[in-house]
């Protein structure tokens, strides 16, 4: 079945950087755009970043552009998420999702992994 | 952006009720691109319906979405223990994707 397993989550002081992982089973992970998604403790969901299938095609929300960069090895079915220059509200639960783009750029999630925490205080 | 405001923002029901939830869009979204996903408490979302209407794979048909423009509902017609949880909106007819802030559907 298609799976999707998120690591590298930690507490890290402001200013660090984190290595996000988010590794693909089940599926042809070439074939698909992928995406990463945040939530804050107790808050709503904000999409952040999406890669194309060949990684050709990268987008990035406002709040993390020019710190964060997404990247995928095909050859590993494994999605990245570099975390630079972190701050206190980039504390979240930090989920990948395969990306169904049926418009351009923009689609819908699924399936979700499970997610990875990422705590940034001092 | 388009923002999307979920209501009510908790609604309480009985099992075997009928739930009604809405999300309302701050402007037209284009070519129905709306998606609902349910998120139980320490779980990730799951996908319920997209194209407003569609359910996902393995979705119980007491789940359904309708709607267009800038009003969709999901409707859970009969409510089973295992429905209450958060019930978020997504819409992706315009950049960038945006969610509601959810529903909380929980046990009267």
């Known amino acids: 079945q298609v799976q999707l397993v998120e690591s590298g989550g930690a507490l890290v002081k402001p200013g660090g950087s984190l290595r996000l992982s988010c590794s693909a089973s089940?599926?042809?992970?070439?074939?698909?755009?992928m995406t990463w998604i945040r939530q804050a403790p107790g808050k709503g969901l904000e999409w952040i970043s999406y890669?194309?299938?060949?990684?050709?095609?990268?987008y990035y929300a406002d709040s993390v552009k020019g710190r964060f960069t997404i990247s995928r090895d095909n050859a590993k079915n494994s999605l990245y998420l570099q975390m630079n220059s972190l701050r206190a509200e980039d504390t979240a639960m930090y989920y990948c999702?395969?990306?169904?783009?049926?418009?351009?750029?923009?689609?819908?999630?699924?399936?979700w992994g499970q997610g990875t925490l990422v705590t940034v205080s001092s | 952006e388009i923002v999307l405001t979920q209501s009510p923002g908790t609604l309480s029901l009985s099992p075997g009720e009928r739930a009604t939830l809405s999300c309302r869009a701050s402007?037209?979204?284009?070519?129905?691109?709306l998606a609902w996903y349910q998120q139980k408490p320490g779980q990730a979302p799951r996908l319920l319906i997209s194209?407003?209407?569609s359910r996902a794979t393995g979705i119980p048909d007491r789940f359904s979405g309708s709607g267009s423009g800038t009003d969709f509902t999901l409707t859970i017609s009969r409510l089973e223990p295992e429905d209450f949880a958060v019930y978020y909106c997504?819409?992706?007819?315009?950049?960038?994707?945006?969610f509601g802030q959810g529903t909380k559907l929980e046990i009267k």
């Open positions: 999702a395969r990306y169904h783009v049926p418009a351009a750029i923009l689609g819908w999630f699924d399936p």
């Open positions: 089940g599926f042809t992970f070439s074939d698909y755009y």
């Open positions: 890669i194309s299938s060949s990684g050709s095609a990268i």
């Open positions: 402007q037209s979204v284009s070519s129905s691109y």
């Open positions: 194209g407003a209407s």
């Open positions: 997504q819409q992706y007819g315009s950049s960038p994707n945006t």
